[in-house]
């Protein structure tokens, strides 16, 4: 209840705020968004890449981690790698409503983007994890996904590559373990920001960085639309857990918490390159940005429990499509991360060549500048 009441008094500050008074977004021809000072809703830019002294980057541990996110020795049958499920070619999330676990089972959630990570408060849908380590360590273990039951293997694998010997003794002063390798990606993951789309750079005062038509959709989202309700921030996240009426038994954030109030509900995504992110939801169920604009519009979906913000939207054909243009403009590429220079004193000996990862996705024009060919 406490968190209705809050998300109702955003609400009314939005539509008491001056600008939307002054007519900002009340129809076509009075659109006036680029004299506004600041957005609503907190929307902006990226701040700074927040530090974490328990596991500060550097540009080894950040060399190893991205090796090891590649790296299918990390699973049981040496089948997948977090970049299986994960692919930087869509965004660092999956192609397909739910992505390929252990023996080519299903998963039972969708595969969420792993960029902008670094900002979020709660890790995965269900918000179990406080951080990317947490999260690989989970994945790792699980029998359903990477099924790395035994450390030993997973150490004894690692140890056989010379290159991987250097390295861990230079990251951490020692051999390799599961935790170094969580901690070592989890500095590779944070470092995949996307600060640069035209949103960014329209934000920082380029009021040439978005067409006529992603301005509309802009004026939309923080109006009408109300998305920036719970997309909000510089990270167009809440971070907060919603139920959006979708049909399904899973129970959500209920599944760690145990509070009813939880029950059905899920952390809101970053719209961050969501562009090249489809499928959309928890599960997967929509194919493209129209479709999740669709289903709000009618209201969310019929299963209840339900957030009570979730309202009939009555938007135009032409609305949705300026949304659609918007939410495309939050594409950015990853920022690049200066890697040290390489060391001149080679291994002694080449590493194997990586078992080749399964994968089991459908195929994508997507490229790593992550705007897909359309």
Request: aromatic share 8%; proline share 8%.
């Amino acid at each position: 209840m406490k968190r209705v009441f809050i998300l109702a008094a955003i609400a009314a500050a939005l539509l008491l705020s001056k600008d939307v008074r002054a007519g900002l977004w009340k129809r076509a021809g009075r659109v006036r968004i680029d004299s506004v000072s600041s957005l609503p809703g907190g929307l902006g830019l990226l701040p700074a890449l927040p530090e974490d002294p328990e596991n500060p980057i550097t540009p080894a541990k950040y060399e190893l981690g991205q090796k090891l996110f590649e790296d299918p020795r990390l699973s049981g049958d040496e089948s997948l790698s977090c970049a299986s499920c994960h692919a930087k070619e869509m965004g660092y999330a999956e192609g397909v409503p739910f992505s390929a676990g252990a023996e080519g089972k299903p998963m039972p959630r969708h595969t969420p983007t792993l960029l902008n990570s670094a900002y979020y408060r709660y890790i995965n849908w269900d918000g179990r994890f406080a951080n990317v380590s947490e999260l690989v360590l989970s994945v790792m273990a699980n029998p359903r996904n990477m099924n790395m039951q035994d450390e030993s293997v997973l150490i004894a694998r690692l140890e056989s590559v010379p290159e991987y010997r250097v390295q861990f003794q230079e990251v951490f002063g020692g051999r390799p373990t599961r935790q170094r390798v969580a901690l070592a990606i989890e500095a590779y993951v944070r470092r995949l920001t996307t600060p640069n789309s035209p949103f960014d750079h329209y934000a920082a005062g380029d009021q040439r960085a978005l067409s006529e038509a992603q301005k509309r959709g802009l004026v939309l989202f923080v109006g009408k639309a109300d998305c920036a309700m719970c997309h909000r921030g510089p990270n167009f996240s809440d971070d907060q857990f919603h139920a959006l009426g979708i049909a399904g038994d899973d129970a959500g954030r209920f599944k760690v918490t145990s509070v009813e109030a939880d029950r059905g509900t899920f952390r809101t995504p970053t719209l961050r390159n969501v562009e090249v992110t489809a499928p959309y939801m928890h599960d997967g169920s929509k194919p493209t940005l129209r479709a999740v604009i669709d289903f709000y519009n009618n209201g969310g979906g019929p299963q209840r429990p339900k957030s009570p913000l979730l309202r009939k939207l009555d938007l135009t054909e032409q609305e949705k499509s300026d949304l659609v243009a918007f939410l495309e403009s939050l594409t950015g590429t990853v920022e690049k991360f200066e890697s040290r220079t390489a060391d001149p004193t080679p291994a002694t000996s080449a590493p194997p060549p990586l078992p080749a990862p399964r994968r089991v996705r459908a195929a994508s024009t997507a490229t790593t500048s992550v705007r897909p060919g359309r």
